[in-house]
């Protein structure tokens, strides 16, 4: 009787170091029960359905009843009722067929392997999918905000997660656009860095026979190989293959007159840069901008990093998910104090008493009292 299934296990894709341990895993019941175990309110609505013609997959929709908006959770039962497919084998292949714009190469759904963190989401107004299989959890609507916030920062201090925040936006920065400015500054721009700089970076680049845009590019395809590689082969072997790899071919680069030095510290800022940000998916849209930025780069200079940030900021500014912008609560002229208080810096918690207006909830009091002559 019954399935093979795993048991509950630690999340390997988003570590804390304090906050809760248990993960979801493929069977539905079990991430049910994680859920339910942290929301024990009879508001908790657990809707099951089938989607599939073959497959049959079991699939949940999770919401709490006088919090949700209803615009939000019809449109979530319509676009799920639009699917005419034969299988669905993993919360992916839903994620690609329910999003707003599948050519864009940022996620509109986040996706987590934590219970605390759908729950948390629950409580914003926000409704989780659970897909039978599949260990991750799909939850709408996403902005960038929340794809750029762990799990860990709500147990944290405010000062340390407010910094922590911070350093995520920076590492966003230096993961799209480091190799590009590196470029620009060196082939176009050379008299915006000091004198003495100039000096080291011209004789570091004597021997290079490849301009610089032609240096980051194949040093920025040899990192991609190395984490692909890394990503595939599991175990002490990957990380063996992604450390060794990178010192060897680094030192062996540089040694041979391909690469300068500077040009390794880039790519490997660059590549610590991008695996700060908690969300895998937006970290991955982002790799992908920075190869169109260093095209950018090479053929006009910082002018050629300008036009890519204009087009990539109107393409975060017309991005949707499921009705929301995804630059809330950022875009729009009439941006409310309050709402900026769990963004970028995360205000104590005392301070959180209203929830999210981007999910428009019903109930919008989060909490009534925390000072003594409230309590009376």
């Not at 999340?11 to 049910?32: A, H, Y």
């Not at 908006?69 to 639009?82: I, S, Y």
């Not at 060897?248 to 300068?260: C, L, M, N």
């Not at 901008?289 to 950018?296: D, L, S």
Request: hydrophobic residues 45%; charged residues 20%; contains cysteine.
């Amino acid at each position: 009787r019954g399935w093979p299934t795993r048991g509950v296990g630690e999340p390997e894709t988003e570590t804390v170091v304090r906050g809760p341990r248990d993960g979801f895993s493929e069977t539905l019941k079990i991430n049910t029960t994680l859920v339910r175990r942290r929301i024990k309110d009879p508001k908790l609505k657990i809707k099951n359905l089938e989607i599939g013609r073959r497959s049959k997959t079991d699939v949940a929709v999770l919401y709490i009843e006088d919090i949700v908006n209803n615009e939000l959770l019809e449109e979530v039962h319509k676009r799920l009722d639009n699917i005419d497919i034969d299988a669905i084998l993993d919360s992916a292949i839903l994620e690609h067929l329910i999003e707003d714009n599948y050519l864009s190469p940022f996620p509109q759904i986040e996706n987590t392997e934590r219970p605390d963190t759908v729950a948390a989401a629950l409580y914003e107004g926000r409704v989780a999918l659970l897909v039978d299989n599949s260990p991750f959890a799909l939850i709408v609507p996403a902005t960038i905000g929340t794809l750029l916030q762990s799990a860990e920062d709500y147990y944290s201090r405010w000062t340390i997660s407010s910094f922590i925040r911070l350093l995520r936006i920076l590492a966003g920065f230096l993961a799209t656009l480091s190799p590009a400015l590196y470029i620009a500054i060196t082939s176009f721009h050379p008299g915006l860095i000091p004198t003495q700089l100039t000096y080291f970076v011209a004789a570091s680049r004597i021997n290079v026979p490849f301009p610089s845009a032609v240096e980051a590019f194949l040093m920025e395809i040899t990192i991609e190989l190395l984490r692909e590689a890394g990503t595939r082969i599991s175990g002490p072997i990957g990380t063996t293959i992604g450390i060794v790899g990178g010192l060897i071919i680094g030192q062996a680069a540089v040694e041979a007159g391909i690469v300068s030095p500077l040009m390794i510290i880039i790519v490997a800022v660059t590549t610590i840069a991008s695996f700060a940000i908690p969300s895998y998916e937006f970290a991955a849209g982002l790799r992908v901008w920075r190869f169109i930025f260093i095209a950018c780069s090479s053929i006009l200079g910082l002018y050629g990093i300008m036009l890519g940030v204009i087009i990539l900021g109107t393409h975060l500014v017309k991005l949707n998910s499921f009705g929301v912008p995804y630059t809330s609560p950022y875009s729009g002229l009439g941006i409310d104090a309050g709402e900026l208080r769990d963004t970028a810096i995360k205000a104590p918690v005392q301070y959180f008493r209203q929830r999210p207006t981007f999910t428009q909830p019903r109930n919008k009091t989060r909490m009534r009292g925390y000072w003594k002559n409230e309590r009376r």
